[in-house]
């Protein structure tokens, strides 16, 4: 079967040592994903970081560093190839509208230092989340996170 290859840009937001996150249910279960999603034509990166922040959360940030890129190549209809940028705060967004992705609930802050023990996917993320917040030394290409994959709790 040929499958399209999506790209898209998520952001790691950190503010007063926690993590912005999108709070997801599928009606059976609550999880995290980071903000963000599929590049559009003609947009760079950066930019699509930028705007899906500000259509999940209704939150400016500025993008900064490319931090990890994490692909999943099979569970869904497209090959998705996730780049995970750095993204500072600036503020609330004002008279945005949001534009909720399927099965979002909401926002939360996660403290960066449970990261390890609480439901944010790809799983493979958390760890390498705390060790950039905590400046240690971490990989940027995270590999392929399936569903079933082991979840990584270390």
């Known amino acids: 079967m040929l499958r399209?290859?999506?790209?898209?840009?998520?952001?790691?937001?950190?503010?007063?040592?926690?993590?912005?996150?999108?709070?997801?249910n599928d009606g059976k279960e609550e999880w995290y994903i980071l903000p963000g999603g599929g590049q559009d034509s003609e947009e760079t990166l950066s930019e699509t970081a930028e705007r899906e922040v500000r259509e999940e959360t209704g939150i400016n940030v500025q993008c900064k560093e490319l931090l990890f890129v994490i692909e999943g190549v099979h569970g869904e209809d497209f090959?998705?190839?996730?780049?995970?940028?750095?993204?500072?705060?600036?503020?609330e967004a004002p008279d945005v509208?949001?534009?909720?992705?399927?099965?979002?609930?909401?926002?939360?802050?996660?403290?960066?230092?449970e990261l390890n023990k609480l439901p944010l996917y790809p799983s493979k993320l958390r760890r390498a989340i705390m060790n950039f917040c905590e400046g240690i030394e971490y990989k940027k290409y995270l590999?392929?996170?399936?569903?079933?994959?082991?979840?990584c709790l270390e």
């Open 97 to 113: 509208v949001l534009h909720n992705d399927k099965n979002q609930v909401g926002m939360d802050w996660l403290a960066v230092s």
């Open 79 to 91: 090959h998705r190839i996730d780049l995970v940028f750095s993204c500072e705060y600036i503020g």
């Open 4 to 24: 399209q290859i999506r790209t898209s840009a998520k952001a790691v937001v950190i503010r007063d040592g926690k993590l912005l996150a999108i709070k997801v």
């Open 143 to 151: 590999g392929n996170e399936e569903i079933g994959d082991p979840e």
